[in-house]
């Protein structure tokens, strides 16, 4: 979710592009930089680091023009650095490009090119696509781009300049936002609508497989055939605090609606292009690396240590490879039994959790290998790991994890077959189910968001309980337990999970007339035993809301409410069924007043003990 502007017009080009690269600064970056065109050359002026770094050498050495597009970045392929910041040109600099999103093809078309004699400078996936362009160039800017889109598997937003055209910019997207905003002899370009709205609030929203054609007097919009399309202008009528928020409330729901594009991006460049096997290409594992470790720890805090309670059921079930999982700020004080046959994995949504760090670095002096699962490339965690799998979530705002959890999840679950190819221990078969069904999850999630007001009614009934319960066996367990840290961290509500067979063994003495019991009822293989455990606090009077995947009808007969997941496998369903619970927090916390964003006592990275 990096930020992208792009100008032209009459002005200076550098005034908008530095203007509305600050206005797009809250959506998380670790890099910037413009290109602007001037007097037959392209010049490319960027800098790690925050944006004040990039403002220092543009104040230092002007960057002249009235054509140009400028980038922030969020690391993805290759970590924060000068030379990997955007914008990206080819070799003669003819060509500069700016990009959100991941290519998931870059690496074939890196060695393609590299074949054609090409020479790379950064580690990005974004600079293919300018030697691309270049290697492709027929004398016209937009068949060009058009050819070169054709190339390009993956998501993105593109931005283009060409020296030889510099009268236009071209532009396009596939699951990556891009906006036009529309001005009087001068028309801009964003990822977001509030680099613009200091300028114009007539803009037109591109859709998936358009390209733009953007002169200072002129805009065509066409598919990548050059059919023409009409557009409508849509008029923005948010504030900048809600532009933001991308028109929502509160940046935790905008990040809950987020996670079908997260969930797509992790699983980008993991999933073999015939869909039948998982691919992790910079990890280089052999069979014997696997089938060398006697033992995986997981350790991790919070929402992350949540996810790394389901690795353990997705590795033991897959890999066959025993795990155990420890909140990270207890690991180093019980004396571990932790050796050179251990993997240790890591899991932390920022990379910079202290207690993680440190468990970390304990591992690793008893001996371990380690392997980190975060989403911030160039993070303390990421640079003392033995080897990184990113999760590419997009920064997160909002205090409450959400998309960081489910994009953990999708990690942590290819990591899994990952192994289970290697060591021999997974079945093929499975493994296709599995993936077939995993790719069907950002699609499915639109399902959830569909029936949103049901849960929304379910907040209101919340309102002013003083405890809620969430009970599941399974997988349902560990998600009851993130269900519960959701709610009590952003509603104040006391809220604790328990595994749906310990209810007798003291907890049912909680249960009273009225009390809130979400039940978590997603395994089949334990639902005789749930709906056991669902009559138990039905017969204390509980309001339960049961949680089933579609076509289960036998819960329903003994709840009050049901929230439905979209039928799939045990071993996907929790990547969804955590979003229900994220919303249903979210609106409770809402009903009751609270900032739901910045919650209190709470920090978005925990960097001290």
């Not at 403002?55 to 002249?64: A, M, R, T, W, Y």
């Not at 030889?164 to 396009?172: G, H, L, Q, V």
Request: one cysteine or more; charged letters at 25%; aromatic letters at 8%.
């Amino acid at each position: 979710m990096c930020g992208i502007v792009g100008y032209i017009g009459d002005r200076q080009a550098t005034e908008f592009l530095m203007d509305g690269l600050a206005k797009l600064e809250y959506r998380g970056y670790d890099s910037a930089g413009i290109a602007v065109y001037h007097d037959g050359k392209i010049t490319v002026q960027k800098k790690v680091g925050r944006l004040v770094n990039l403002q220092k050498i543009v104040e230092k050495h002007p960057n002249v023009g009235t054509v140009g597009i400028g980038h922030t970045r969020w690391a993805t392929h290759g970590g924060p650095s000068d030379i990997n910041s955007h914008p990206h040109t080819d070799e003669k600099g003819d060509f500069a490009v700016v990009h959100n999103g991941i290519i998931e093809n870059y690496l074939e078309l890196k060695e393609e090119l590299i074949g054609k004699g090409y020479h790379f400078k950064s580690e990005t996936d974004t600079e293919v696509v300018a030697h691309l362009c270049a290697d492709m160039y027929d004398g016209d800017f937009a068949s060009t781009v058009r050819h070169v889109l054709l190339r390009l598997r993956g998501s993105f937003s593109l931005v283009f300049l060409c020296r030889f055209e510099p009268d236009k910019i071209i532009c396009s997207k596939r699951d990556n936002p891009l906006i036009i905003g529309l001005g009087n002899g001068e028309n801009y370009i964003a990822s977001d609508i509030p680099a613009i709205l200091s300028y114009t609030r007539r803009t037109y929203i591109l859709n998936d497989e358009e390209m733009a054609i953007v002169q200072k007097d002129k805009i065509w919009v066409t598919d990548y055939e050059g059919i023409p399309i009409s557009k409508k202008i849509f008029e923005v009528n948010w504030d900048a605090e809600a532009a933001e928020k991308g028109g929502f409330e509160h940046f935790m729901l905008k990040e809950i609606y987020e996670q079908p594009k997260a969930i797509r991006d992790t699983m980008s460049c993991r999933i073999a292009n015939d869909g039948t096997h998982v691919v992790f290409d910079k990890l280089k594992w052999t069979p014997e690396d696997v089938k060398s470790i006697d033992k995986i720890l997981i350790t991790a805090c919070g929402t992350a240590y949540h996810a790394g309670l389901l690795a353990k059921y997705f590795i033991e079930k897959i890999a066959k490879i025993p795990v155990e999982v420890d909140i990270a700020s207890e690991y180093r004080y019980r004396d571990p039994l932790t050796d050179h046959k251990t993997l240790c994995i890591v899991i932390s949504q920022s990379g910079e959790t202290i207690d993680t760090l440190a468990a970390l670095k304990e591992a690793k002096r008893r001996g371990a290998r380690s392997l980190a699962v975060t989403n911030v490339l160039g993070s303390s965690i990421s640079r003392e790991a033995d080897q990184v799998v990113y999760t590419w979530a997009g920064p997160e705002i909002a205090v409450a994890s959400t998309k960081a959890y489910t994009t953990q999840l999708v990690a942590l679950l290819l990591l899994s077959l990952y192994m289970g190819q290697l060591n021999g221990e997974l079945d093929s078969e499975l493994e296709g189910h599995i993936l077939s069904d995993l790719m069907n999850v950002p699609d499915q999630c639109q399902q959830i968001f569909d029936h949103v007001d049901d849960i929304h009614a379910y907040a209101n009934q919340f309102k002013e309980k003083e405890d809620v319960f969430f009970i599941g066996r399974s997988l349902d367990y560990a998600l009851a337990m993130e269900g519960a840290l959701k709610l009590k961290e952003i509603s104040y509500i006391h809220a604790e999970a328990y595994a749906g067979g310990e209810l007798k063994h003291g907890t049912l003495a909680l249960i009273i007339s009225g009390v809130p019991v979400i039940a978590l009822a997603t395994q089949t293989n334990v639902e005789e035993k749930m709906i056991s455990n669902i009559k138990e606090v039905k017969a204390r009077d509980a309001f339960v809301v049961g949680v089933v995947q579609e076509h289960d009808t036998e819960v329903a007969k003994c709840v009050d409410a049901v929230i439905t997941i979209p039928k799939t496998s045990h071993f996907v369903v929790p990547i969804m069924t955590v979003i229900p619970l994220q919303l249903l927090a979210y609106y409770t916390a809402v009903v009751r007043g609270n900032d739901v964003d910045k919650p209190r006592n709470l920090a978005k990275s925990v960097t001290v003990e």
